[in-house]
């Protein structure tokens, strides 16, 4: 398939862009910083989200969804990169419903989704345990008892944990790992909000002999490890495509200021050092681009190297949003270390996202793995 977009798609993009850079800007989130917001977010512009049919464009069609796939999909996170727009998008759309899609059963998949898609639910997976991301290894227990399901653990780094109203909790039980969709008002759940550099919302979370039924494990009870991986996969992908929106503006941004600023009565642009590092981080920006499409496709086509992708593309992203935000707060000068700038929003987002589910050594190692070395 040509690593190009469509009319439609085009047009998804455009929207997208044109809604974001009016409702959700970067100056919504300064303000949202600056005051504390417990949430994190302006509820009546995801409402808005919702409204336009966001929360369901991964979602096939008969689950409520819109069917426009990954690739739509990664084509929003992009503009949301761009733009640092805060909201549930990537916790309850890109990971919790990715994560029903490919672990539930086929009834569950019935109840849970349309929820998703018309707003009314918004779900966070409870997965990391530790400071950094050791894929599907958990110790949250899951334990039999008097016909309940007894879950016991403690997670970290939960996205949009104060506004969902259920999490997907890894935990293990006597079928491995299991996936279990447990509701944030349950006596035993605790939160614990996270103060986090790029000042968007997560929260520690405690499961204290928390009951759920058997229902609520996602699936038919085997084991969910092969299941959580994958959307883990997509997951690493649609944060790839909002790590190259933000590495797009960092740069743009960037470049604007280099034909403003002056120094010895001309534009900075006009120096030989500094238009090689801008002509090296665009190469670079052209090639996360391809990167990114190709992988939002192969998840679409359901190519079998989608996992191998998955890695490749996180890494290679992660990279270039590092190059992107480092040259453009060092290009910005003294300036770009201030918080008067936006610029430094973008570096503050684009480390948060790199650490991730994995970073880019984790899956530089993880490539390697599944290449054979």
Same mark, same amino acid.
């Given at each position: 398939? #040509?690593? =190009?977009? +469509?009319?439609?798609?085009?047009?998804?993009? $455009? %929207? @997208?862009?044109?809604?974001?850079?009016?409702? /959700?800007?970067?100056?919504?989130?300064?303000?949202?910083?600056?005051?504390?917001?417990?949430?994190?977010?302006?509820?009546?512009?995801?409402?808005?989200?919702?409204?336009?049919?966001?929360?369901?464009?991964?979602?096939?069609?008969?689950?409520?969804?819109?069917?426009?796939?990954?690739?739509?999909?990664?084509?929003?996170?992009?503009?949301?990169?761009?733009?640092?727009?805060?909201?549930?998008?990537?916790?309850?759309?890109?990971?919790?419903?990715?994560?029903?899609?490919?672990?539930?059963?086929?009834?569950?998949?019935?109840?849970?989704?349309?929820?998703?898609?018309?707003?009314?639910?918004?779900?966070?997976?409870?997965?990391?345990?530790?400071?950094?991301?050791?894929?599907?290894?958990?110790?949250?227990?899951?334990?039999?008892?008097?016909? #309940?399901? =007894?879950? +016991?653990?403690?997670?970290?780094?939960?996205? $949009? %944990? @104060?506004?969902?109203?259920?999490?997907?909790? /890894?935990?293990?039980?006597?079928?491995?790992?299991?996936?279990?969709?447990?509701?944030?008002?349950?006596?035993?759940?605790?939160?614990?909000?996270?103060?986090?550099?790029?000042?968007?919302?997560?929260?520690?979370?405690?499961?204290?002999?928390?009951?759920?039924?058997?229902?609520?494990?996602?699936?038919?009870?085997?084991?969910?490890?092969?299941?959580?991986?994958?959307?883990?996969?997509?997951?690493?992908?649609?944060?790839?495509?909002?790590?190259?929106?933000?590495?797009?503006?960092?740069?743009?941004?960037?470049?604007?200021?280099?034909?403003?600023?002056?120094?010895?009565?001309?534009?900075?642009?006009?120096?030989?050092?500094?238009?090689?590092?801008?002509?090296?981080?665009?190469?670079?920006?052209?090639?996360?681009?391809?990167?990114?499409?190709?992988?939002?496709?192969?998840?679409?086509?359901?190519?079998?190297?989608? %996992?191998?992708?998955?890695?490749?593309?996180?890494?290679?992203?992660?990279?270039?949003?590092?190059?992107?935000?480092?040259?453009?707060?060092?290009?910005?000068?003294?300036?770009?270390?201030?918080?008067?700038?936006?610029?430094?929003?973008?570096?503050?987002?684009?480390?948060?996202?790199?650490?991730?589910?994995?970073?880019?050594?984790?899956?530089?190692?993880?490539?390697?793995?599944?290449?054979?070395?």
């Amino acid at each position: 398939m #040509a690593l =190009i977009l +469509n009319e439609e798609q085009q047009m998804l993009r $455009e %929207a @997208a862009a044109g809604f974001l850079r009016d409702k /959700a800007p970067v100056s919504q989130l300064r303000e949202l910083r600056d005051s504390g917001d417990p949430l994190g977010y302006r509820p009546e512009v995801w409402q808005e989200m919702v409204n336009m049919g966001w929360t369901g464009i991964a979602i096939p069609e008969a689950y409520g969804g819109v069917g426009y796939g990954y690739t739509g999909l990664g084509i929003v996170l992009q503009e949301v990169g761009r733009h640092l727009s805060a909201s549930p998008l990537g916790s309850s759309v890109l990971t919790a419903a990715t994560v029903i899609l490919q672990a539930a059963s086929e009834q569950q998949k019935v109840e849970l989704l349309p929820r998703i898609c018309s707003g009314e639910w918004l779900l966070s997976l409870a997965l990391e345990e530790s400071g950094h991301h050791q894929g599907c290894k958990v110790n949250t227990s899951a334990k039999t008892s008097d016909g #309940a399901i =007894i879950i +016991n653990g403690c997670k970290r780094f939960v996205d $949009e %944990a @104060a506004s969902a109203n259920a999490f997907i909790v /890894a935990a293990r039980d006597d079928s491995g790992l299991g996936l279990f969709v447990v509701a944030a008002d349950l006596p035993g759940v605790s939160v614990q909000p996270v103060s986090m550099v790029d000042s968007r919302n997560s929260a520690t979370v405690s499961f204290q002999n928390v009951a759920v039924t058997a229902e609520q494990r996602l699936g038919a009870g085997a084991d969910s490890t092969a299941a959580l991986q994958a959307s883990i996969d997509i997951s690493n992908v649609g944060i790839s495509a909002e790590l190259l929106g933000l590495s797009q503006q960092a740069f743009e941004l960037t470049l604007a200021y280099l034909k403003e600023r002056e120094q010895f009565a001309q534009a900075i642009g006009s120096f030989q050092g500094l238009q090689h590092r801008a002509a090296e981080l665009f190469c670079e920006l052209e090639l996360g681009k391809s990167m990114v499409l190709n992988a939002l496709q192969a998840i679409d086509d359901d190519r079998p190297e989608c %996992a191998l992708l998955a890695s490749a593309t996180k890494a290679k992203l992660c990279e270039i949003a590092r190059l992107a935000s480092n040259e453009a707060v060092q290009m910005h000068g003294g300036i770009g270390m201030t918080d008067e700038y936006d610029i430094g929003f973008y570096l503050k987002r684009a480390r948060a996202l790199e650490h991730r589910f994995g970073d880019r050594n984790y899956h530089l190692d993880r490539y390697a793995t599944l290449s054979g070395y």
